[in-house]
């Protein structure tokens, strides 16, 4: 018997293939340090459980398959703040972001056809597009240029006659780079010369550093009917395990469409819609002083890895993730020996390889994300850890 070459061509998640490595530390006694994954370490905000334990009703029930309207007159309030105006007939509610995504390409695209990303790009990108037939087609941006976008002619050539749209992340995911309006009008302006889809994954909006604004594609009017956006509770929230998440559309016809994707899973867990319901009606004052605490988290990783010699990376301005290059040829191999080889005091860190987050073959092979989603102390530590894990292992391979 043969397997599918859909399943067989997916690639693992870089982030978590390596999880069997951190298995085996821990089962020898040693702590790793988790800043291989977007999980905070932020305490999920109360009212969460305090919804869930109100729930009085002898049966869990199906819910709606678009979601239940509680939660989605919670989300439109919550966009309200970003001036992008959403009606409840815009809003399918989803099993997290991924499942908003999957979704989305889904509904724009036929199996063979593209959707551009900017690589360095969100790993599971490339599972959604597998998974679906579909190609990613990687635009590259640099280090050097904040990982910014690049020229309109650098863009525009990646585009074929098979392209339906452009993916992105902003804040980005691994890079923290914030896209400026200039940048966004840029892509509106593709994406109606070349009638294109923008989906616009924007989980991250809360966290952006160095005084600058959030600005939503949802506020370019002119691109509203081939604009979809994502959402999820997972981040902002701290709420990665409540599966929460949104696709958001003035189109009617691909909401309309993408309902039939959610008929087909029938629904999302009425417990958790209840429970993210009360965290979209918080404060917005909870998220302020959530921001202050990833940016001084932000500022000590950079410091940290700043100092280790021939580490290159640049201060992210959003997101909790950053970038670094590291003196070495394979970042995948320096991961495991930490995990497997190397501990100080019995405690080592694990990190995402980044060559996995670029679609162009050989980016990326010396670097590593970094998820400053631990406390202070902690991150202290885990950087310390990799300075003197990268001393040793340079002797090592020389």
Known sequence: MKLSKRILSMQSSPIRKLMIYAVEAKAQGKKVYHLNIGQPDIVTPKPFMEAVRKFDEDIIKYTASKGEDFLIEAIVN???VYNVDLKEKDIIITNGGSEA???SIMAICNPAEEVLVFEPFYTNYNGFTQATGVECIPVTTYANQGFHLPKKEEIVKKITKKTRGILISNPGNPTG???SKEEMDLLAEIALEYDLFIIADEVYREFIYDGLEFTSFGTIKKIENRLIL??????????????????ASKNNELIANILKLCQSRLCVPLLEQIGSAALYRMDISFLADTKIEYNRRRDLTFACVSEIPNVICRKPTGAFYMIAKLPIKNAEDFVKWLLSDFSVNNETVMFAPAEGFYG???LG?????IAYVLNEDDLKKALNILKLGL???LKLVK
């Open 78 to 80: 919550y966009f309200k």
């Open 101 to 103: 995504i999957m979704f």
């Open 177 to 179: 780079v914030v896209y």
């Open 230 to 247: 994502i959402d999820s509770v997972s981040k902002k929230y701290s709420a990665c395990g409540a599966r929460i998440g949104c696709v």
């Open 360 to 362: 162009t073959p050989g």
């Open 365 to 369: 092979k010396d670097e590593i994300r």
């Open 391 to 393: 001393e040793q292992y």
